[in-house]
């Protein structure tokens, strides 16, 4: 999250899954936000308001479409799925871009949205924060780059990797914010793409260029080596970005 100084300031992210917990912690993490949200959906059932659970209430639960602890855990996919990467990922490309200030040249002084989206997917091949949540099992035997994998056995898939290779594009280590970079793997492949990825473009179209028009001083505020990167966390990203302008 990026860390608000006037001429200098800090706002924290939230705590994500660490990647280092055991499963017992993890299991005990999501029973407890579990157990938040069902009490929440609770509450929207007494007291319903403007907000997406009192409409699951009122549109599928109450026709028996969902349960209430499927409305529960629908809160926590969007929480996670919905809410941890998009905030990782501003602030990460925020990062990227005030350590390129001719690539954040390009976003903040177009008025073209479809070079506003463009930057966008380039960031999003060139900073893939789903690092190692991609996990498949194969249903049969095959063989992936000469290593044999046999049917049952799990498959974890690095998108960083496939963004970065150069099979895909010339000089992928470095952020061109003009080229096309459609056909990217930072939302998955094939039938199990994000579902929210559309969502996830538009508010980062939004957020990047009204940062970067309303601050157009925006700098770090410290060494880029003191930035605190989440190497521990499930959702790559910055654990804060104190930044001044």
Known sequence: ?????????????????????????????????????????????????????????????????????????????????????????????????LRHPDQAARIR????????????EELLRYLSIARDMIVRVATEDLTIGGQLIRAGEAVTVNLPAANRDTAFLDQPDTVDLGRNTRGHLAFGYGIHQCLGQNLARVELQVALPALLRRLPGLRLAVPLEDVKFRHDMSAYGVHELPAAW
Not at 109 to 116: E, F, L, R
Request: with cysteine.
């Open 1 to 97: 999250m990026i860390c608000a100084r006037p001429a200098s300031g800090s706002v924290r992210r939230s705590t994500a899954p660490r990647a280092d917990a055991s499963p017992q912690d993890k299991a005990q993490a999501s029973g407890a936000l579990f157990g938040y949200l069902l009490g929440l959906v609770e509450h929207k059932e007494r007291q319903p308001g403007d907000d997406l659970i009192s409409r699951l209430l009122t549109e599928r639960v109450a026709k028996g479409e969902l349960s209430r602890e499927e409305a529960a855990m629908n809160g926590m996919i969007l929480l996670f799925a919905g809410h941890e990467t998009t905030a990782n990922m501003i602030g990460l490309g925020t990062l990227a871009l």
């Open 109 to 120: 002084d177009t008025d073209d949205p479809a070079v506003v989206a463009n930057a966008v």
